[in-house]
């Protein structure tokens, strides 16, 4: 169908006057319009964004942007006034990335026009993107295939359209678990931004309590190595089991999901502060400013809920009846140990944010562009299996890095419930489990940590998606 709709729309290289163009609008819309009634309803768009590009898929948006008098139906008029409009917003599109003006754009075109607005791609991923666009084999685009291809995609400028390419293509733009979402003006001003966030919220909570046995585990692994140094994965639930039921594999996972909201909260705010004040006004952020942002920012965060973490690690760690819910096991805490309990392990904590932020991002662009470099064929869009692959991949990488300083962390926060134990810091801690567990000491633990990332991402992935659905959040 998408090749027959170009004979009629958009033929080649020809200059049409208002009269044909009449006419192939016409023909197009009377091709949408299935049941021949003269109006096109939500169903037969959805049909016909199937055909021409499966990619776009957001009919409720076009429909809404389309149907501009809201009789629940789009005739040829409300159909006309869209073309047209839509057509002004192309052409200023294309000349910007037009550098030449030709008439064509060239994938060395798209590479300057992404730099300026400080995105850094390949020259493969530039031409990936115009295959998508090319319908002649050109590798090159002219007008006609770029209002073809943008013909449903209710974009309007050329950032909508490179958010566009950025999302399709996982182009590398310094997007990571570590670092927060990034939102436009008009999603701010929609409300879309918190809905979006609510929806990872709600993913990231779904996905915690899915895996908090793994979770809780890896935790005893770390705090009790030294004695438990025979203890593996069967032999670890088992004595979770024992001790506290089945019930008590989720120990402290009430805490690691309740302290999502402010986490995201202040990580999304300070990110913001970071960007202003790395780049001048007008400017656009390019990838190393983004990851320091998000550094930053992740470390604003932290510094702000690690209280939640200490308590989270107490519970885990902490015997049946021993505190009655989080903010007995605080009020304790506070009564016997002080409030400099609430920060203890926060340096290890705080060190292990860069080596893993860093690492988590440079493999999983390098995966991406590797990918979309050697195996991307015909299409510019590597697909959820790849994308998921590439995140969990990365965020592994990224785990065995700063592990070591995790699980000092972790002995720091729960050393005052350890009998007999030596408060030691940081420093002492390493040398001390070194010269009595040697190396694999600084990784125990680890085995249920990496079981825990595949269903993880996994059950993120699918919650977050359904979430969305949910929310009526779009993805541009």
Same mark, same amino acid.
């Given at each position: ?30 091709? $949408? ?20 590009? +499966? ?74 993107? $115009? ?41 590398? /733009? #310094? ?15 929609? #409300? ?26 890896? =935790? ?25 039921? @089945? ?46 942002? #998000? ?63 860093? @690492? ?21 869009? +590597? ?20 592990? +070591?300083?995790? $699980? ?18 940081? =420093? ?17 633990? @680890? ?11 996994? /059950?993120?992935? =699918? ?9 009526? =959040?779009?993805?541009?």
């Amino acid at each position: 169908m998408l090749r027959w709709l170009r004979v009629f729309v958009l033929p080649a290289a020809t200059c049409h006057t208002d009269e044909e163009d009449y006419l192939h609008y016409k023909n197009l819309f009377q091709d $949408l319009d299935h049941n021949g009634d003269g109006v096109v309803d939500i169903l037969e768009l959805q049909e016909g964004l199937k055909n021409w590009n +499966p990619s776009f898929a957001r009919e409720k948006d076009i429909y809404k942007t389309v149907d501009t008098n809201a009789d629940s139906g789009l005739n040829f008029e409300d159909f006309m006034r869209y073309v047209k409009d839509h057509e002004r917003k192309m052409t200023l599109a294309f000349n910007s990335l037009d550098k030449n003006n030709d008439g064509k754009i060239e994938a060395s075109e798209i590479v300057q026009s992404l730099q300026i607005l400080g995105l850094t791609i390949s020259e493969q991923q530039a031409e990936l993107i $115009l295959q998508s666009i090319d319908a002649d084999g050109t590798m090159t685009v002219d007008w006609n295939e770029w209002r073809d291809y943008f013909l449903f995609n209710p974009v309007t400028d050329i950032e909508e359209i490179i958010r566009f390419w950025k999302h399709s293509t996982g182009i590398d /733009i #310094g997007d990571s678990l570590t670092i927060p979402d990034e939102f436009t003006e008009d999603e701010k001003k929609s #409300g879309q931004w918190w809905r979006q966030l609510l929806a990872g919220g709600v993913a990231g909570a779904v996905s915690r309590t899915s895996t908090a046995p793994l979770d809780r585990l890896k =935790v005893m692994m770390q705090v009790h190595g030294s004695k438990s140094a025979k203890m593996n994965i069967y032999g670890g639930f088992q004595q979770m089991v024992k001790e506290g039921g @089945i019930r008590s594999l989720w120990r402290g996972n009430g805490t690691n999901v309740i302290k999502i909201a402010p986490e995201t909260a202040v990580k999304f705010w300070a990110y913001e502060q970071y960007k202003k004040l790395l780049t001048e006004e007008g400017q656009k952020i390019g990838t190393f400013e983004r990851f320091v942002s #998000g550094s930053m920012a992740g470390a604003t965060a932290q510094t702000f809920i690690y209280p939640m973490e200490v308590l989270k690690t107490r519970l885990a760690v902490g015997k049946t009846g021993q505190y009655s819910g989080m903010f007995d096991c605080a009020k304790k805490i506070l009564k016997y140990e002080g409030m400099g309990a609430f920060y203890k392990g926060y340096v290890p904590n705080l060190l292990g944010i860069i080596p893993y932020a860093g @690492i988590d991002l440079a493999v999983y662009e390098l995966l991406k562009s590797h990918w979309l470099d050697n195996f991307a064929k015909d299409s510019v869009n +590597p697909g959820v299996m790849v994308l998921l692959g590439c995140g969990a991949l990365s965020s592994t990488c990224g785990q065995l890095a700063s592990y +070591p300083l995790a $699980l000092v962390r972790t002995r720091m926060q729960a050393q005052a419930m350890i009998e007999k134990s030596p408060q030691l810091n940081m =420093v002492g801690l390493f040398r001390r489990i070194l010269s009595k567990e040697g190396l694999p000491g600084l990784y125990r633990g @680890i085995t249920p940590n990496f079981m825990k990332v595949l269903p993880a991402v996994g /059950i993120s992935y =699918v919650v977050y998606e359904n979430m969305k659905q949910t929310l009526g =959040v779009t993805q541009k």
